[in-house]
Antibody, heavy 124, light 111 residues
């Protein structure tokens, strides 16, 4: 079955970096775009951006430029989210979510499936 | 402040019908389809309704979606205790070079 499995929880100190992985299975990885979504504690969902799994080209939403990097390793069907210079306000659950299409701007489109989420805690 | 507006909470008793609204604008709901996601406590969001009113396989027909103009609604009939969850609407927004936007979420309580 189609599924996304993310790496485990992380506890990091302010200023450190973290890399979250999202391993896909059950479908052709390069045929569907991948999105990243953040959910701060007790808050709603916030779209961080997406990566074209065919070209590797990332697009970042406002507020997620500079310290956030999306990348791929297509040989192992895995997408990555790296966050550098971590701050306390980066504490959140990060989800990967597959697009219905190869580009997130295709129409119509939706996210399915989602990874199980990775909790990143930033604390000294 | 979310781009799409949802009521923060909703409630109903078992067997009742409840609706959750989602209000947007011409750049999102007004020109694109709406999706709904269900997030059970402590779990990842799951696709519940796509393209305004389509149910993925496995989603009970108690769940239905609709859209009119710049607003959308999710209806749950025959409410069950296992429906207690957070519900989020989402749509593509054509502004700012294009982006996905979500509602703030509605916490549904089954009394």
């Amino acid at each position: 079955q189609v599924q996304l499995v993310q790496s485990g929880s992380e506890l990091k100190k302010p200023g450190a970096s973290v890399k979250v992985s999202c391993k896909a299975s059950g479908y052709t990885f390069t045929s569907y775009a991948m999105n990243w979504v953040r959910q701060a504690p007790g808050q709603g969902l916030e779209w961080m951006g997406w990566i074209n799994t065919n070209t590797g080209n990332p697009t970042y939403a406002q507020g997620f430029t500079g310290r956030f990097v999306f990348s791929l390793d297509t040989s192992v069907s895995t997408a990555y989210l790296q966050i550098s210079s971590l701050k306390a306000e980066d504490t959140a659950v990060y989800y990967c979510a597959r697009d219905h299409c190869s580009s997130t701007s295709c129409y119509p489109n939706w996210f399915d499936p989602w990874g199980q989420g990775t909790l990143v805690t930033v604390s000294s | 402040q979310s781009v799409l507006t949802q009521p923060p909470s909703a409630s109903g008793t078992p067997g009742q019908r409840v609706t959750i609204s989602c209000s947007g604008s011409s750049s999102n709901i007004g020109s694109n389809t709406v999706n709904w996601y269900q997030q059970l406590p402590g779990t990842a969001p799951k696709l519940l309704i796509y393209s305004n009113n389509q149910r993925p396989s496995g989603v009970p027909d108690r769940f239905s979606g609709s859209k009119s103009g710049t607003s959308a609604s999710l209806a749950i009939s025959g409410l069950q205790s296992e429906d207690e969850a957070d519900y989020y609407c989402a749509a593509w927004d054509d502004s700012l070079n294009g982006r996905w936007v979500f509602g703030g979420g509605t916490k549904l309580t089954v009394l």
